[in-house]
């Protein structure tokens, strides 16, 4: 090979690097970082998926762990009851959205694969959020149920006891 070539062959590698580079062509992530990441959204989406399972179907009890957890949805059981239905199924659906991002990013390459993890992430966390809000407007519209009280409530016979009960 001359010298002549070897330059061409160089210049042409370096023409065919630098089109890659500005065309936007994307790569496939690199393997240790698919798993890493579908590590982190295969058990989130898992965990929306049953939180808005139970949201929906009304048997997520009243907690401060899972489910929309606002000042609105946690002042009564009710509350949180009907803040968590409403926000069930977009909550379900993030869940499902990540599971299928975390089958994206391990089965897909190329632009596909980068494409997927947008869209999947951004709906995700989109779909989360509309859930919470959606559920915290929910569960504003729950009334307050009234102290109730008994008798006349010590204002009248003093002592704790009361001759109306």
Same mark, same amino acid.
């Not at 590698?13 to 798993?35: C, H, I, K, M």
């Not at 009907?82 to 379900?92: C, E, K, Q, S």
């Given at each position: ?32 970082? @698919? ?7 295969? *058990? +989130?989406?898992?965990?929306? &998926?049953?939180? !808005?399972?139970? /949201? =929906?179907?009304?048997t ?31 909550t ?9 991002? @975390? ?7 190329? *632009? +596909?694969?980068?494409?997927? &993890?947008?869209? !999947?992430v951004? /709906? =995700? ?41």
């Amino acid at each position: 090979m001359t010298n002549a070539e070897s330059i061409h062959g160089s210049v042409q590698g370096a023409v065919r690097e630098f089109a890659q580079a500005t065309t936007g062509e994307a790569s496939s992530l690199p393997f240790p970082v @698919a798993v890493v990441l579908a590590a982190v959204l295969l *058990p +989130a989406g898992a965990a929306l &998926l049953v939180i !808005g399972w139970r /949201g =929906l179907r009304e048997t997520l009890p009243r907690n401060r762990f899972a489910g929309v957890r606002t000042e609105a949805t946690l002042r009564s059981d009710e509350a949180f009851r009907v803040g968590n239905r409403a926000a069930g199924l977009p909550t379900l659906v993030s869940g499902v959205i990540g599971v299928l991002t @975390a089958a994206g990013v391990l089965g897909l390459s190329g *632009p +596909a694969q980068w494409l997927a &993890l947008g869209v !999947g992430v951004l /709906g =995700l966390i989109g779909l989360t959020v509309a859930g919470g809000v959606l559920g915290t407007r929910a569960a504003a519209t729950v009334k307050e149920k009234p102290a109730r009280t008994l008798g006349c409530a010590g204002q009248c016979c003093g002592n704790g006891v009361c001759g109306i009960a």
